[in-house]
């Protein structure tokens, strides 16, 4: 068998968001639960990685690894901390950010609302209210100077997740199993695909590509399951996928599969081995979601905007993204127009309701020093990038 190659000119890189690795992000709703009585968060957030001040050293790791892209986030609650009123400091800092990738020679992808909101927002409504499209339309506005520059710009990271999060909400106040990512509610997939449309007239026209980025999964069928799993897949996948196939590219980020039985979302057998949050490890998951979002959506740019792992183990992680890796050579070779992939994360960040537990980085960083301590992994995917390939 041939080693895996990817096309000419395809960006490999690394992910973060502004909440799990800036610290201090204390006015938005996540802040705001991780410290309620009864919060469900594993611990605060806090300081995360200070990224907000080490943003610096982040790109020299990406770089220096041979690594030719960076995602990050802008945190809505720093450049609009109260509701109309801007802080160009914090639009400026992001500036720096965008310009720091480009002197470094790394692609910036940027996305606009990774889950948190301000305060404010969420007091007036948050993602379902009545002027929150009027209002993301205007954070983009403020937000054009740094994203007219960015590589590929992202509106919301995973609205599908978004639209599922009340649903579990719902089913650990009954005290019900959560197997796996349930069905969306619908209201609020409706609501976000609007904000999404929202965000996309600001940005179409106005920076060089825009997209959302969704969850993909590979969805597969137990015996006696084949129609379930595609009505969950619409729910989950297809009414997304059809509101993106206008965009101007894809961003998908891969995990695992899910497996669907007469009944719904079944858990993985014991037999199958499983994950931080009981996901099954299922690298090859990436080339099948990869492969469905282009036989739905021919011709669409796709870009893998996260992949990977929480283990402690990084021989494990480079296992996994390397068999990860081939699954998404195959796909490509089928047909699919990928254009880079983007490992999450750089960092061992902040895991939200998990807090600092699970880690997916590829650098380490100590909680108390703040310090970056770059694991193998790191060093193995820089050359892969330089190789675009697998050896
Ligand atoms: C999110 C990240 C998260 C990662 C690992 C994705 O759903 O975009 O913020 O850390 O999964 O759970």
């Not at 990224?51 to 790791?61: A, K």
Request: glycine residues 10%; proline residues 6%; negative net charge.
């Amino acid at each position: 068998m041939t080693a895996a190659q990817f096309p000419e000119g395809f960006l490999w890189g690394a992910a973060t968001a502004a909440h799990q690795v800036e610290g201090g992000n204390v006015n938005n709703d996540h802040w705001e639960a991780e410290h309620s009585p009864h919060s469900p968060f594993a611990e605060p957030s806090g300081d995360a990685c200070d990224s907000w001040h080490r943003w610096p050293e982040d790109l020299d790791l990406v770089a220096g690894a041979g690594l030719t892209a960076y995602r990050f986030s802008l945190e809505w609650s720093r450049i609009e901390p109260e509701e109309g009123e801007f802080s160009r400091a914090a639009l400026d800092h992001y500036r720096r950010v965008l310009d720091g990738c480009r002197d470094r020679g790394l692609a910036p992808v940027v996305t606009l609302v990774h889950f948190t909101q301000p305060r404010w927002l969420l007091r007036d409504g948050g993602w379902t209210g009545q002027k929150t499209g009027d209002r993301l339309a205007r954070f983009a506005e403020y937000a054009l100077p740094v994203l007219a520059d960015a590589e590929y710009v992202c509106t919301l990271n995973e609205p599908n997740l978004m639209a599922a999060q009340p649903v579990m909400g719902a089913m650990a106040m009954r005290g019900e199993e959560i197997r796996g990512l349930p069905r969306p509610d619908q209201g609020v997939a409706e609501a976000l695909l609007g904000l999404h449309g929202r965000a996309m007239d600001v940005l179409r026209g106005n920076v060089r590509a825009a997209g959302m980025t969704l969850v993909g999964r590979e969805h597969l069928a137990e015996p006696g399951g084949e129609e379930r799993m595609r009505e969950e897949r619409a729910a989950f996948e297809d009414q997304f996928l059809e509101v993106a196939r206008d965009d101007d590219f894809l961003g998908l980020q891969v995990y695992t599969a899910a497996r669907f039985d007469g009944g719904g979302l079944v858990a993985p057998a014991p037999e199958l081995q499983t994950l931080a949050h009981g996901m099954e490890r299922r690298p090859q998951a990436l080339g099948a979601a990869v492969a469905r979002a282009a036989e739905v959506l021919p011709g669409l740019p796709l870009l893998v905007t996260e992949n990977g792992i929480a283990t402690a183990d990084d021989d494990d992680r480079i296992a996994f993204t390397r068999d990860a890796l081939t699954s998404l050579a195959g796909a490509v070779e089928g047909g699919a127009d990928v254009r880079g992939y983007l490992h999450w994360s750089l960092l061992d960040n902040f895991e939200w309701m998990l807090g600092y537990r699970p880690t997916f980085g590829l650098v380490a960083v100590d909680r108390r020093t703040f310090a970056r301590t770059p694991k193998p992994s790191l060093i193995w995917l820089g050359e892969v990038a330089r190789r675009n390939g697998l050896a």
